[in-house]
């Protein structure tokens, strides 16, 4: 059999070669417009306005008057820890419950609800 002539002497100083050789040079200069800060500011302001604005709901029915205030009043006695209200967009009305900043508080609190309201559904809402 024949031998290996690698001599580990020629491993190691090839190795310190080629990082050497392909290295990178450490300092960097970024030029940046100074309007990206102000930009920036801007955008983190009208999120936390967005945010502040915003919350999940559950919509427990779409549609006619008589229906929604049937549903109204029996999600009121079922829930009476969760405020619920009748609004109106054109042409139904909405029956809507609980006002809920996280959504996995609304996602849990959507699983009870969805025993006694089988449509029910997680709505995200804007104050206006």
């Known amino acids: 059999m024949k031998k290996s002539t690698w001599n580990p002497l020629f491993l190691v100083l090839f190795t310190l070669n080629g990082a050497l050789s392909f290295g990178q040079a450490t300092n960097l200069i970024v030029k940046q417009d100074p309007r990206i800060d102000s ?24 549609g006619d008057l008589k229906t929604a205030e049937v549903l109204l009043d029996s999600a009121k006695n079922i829930y009476p820890h969760l ?12 029956v809507q419950a609980g006002r809920f900043k996280d959504k996995i508080r609304g996602l849990k609190t959507l699983d009870t609800v969805k025993r006694n309201f089988p449509s029910a559904f997680l709505l995200t809402r804007r104050e206006e």
């Open 39 to 62: 930009l920036l500011a801007i955008k983190i302001e009208l999120d936390r306005a967005r945010f502040a604005n915003s919350y999940f709901t559950l919509q427990l029915y779409y």
């Open 83 to 94: 405020p619920v209200e009748l609004s109106f967009e054109t042409p139904n009305y909405k």
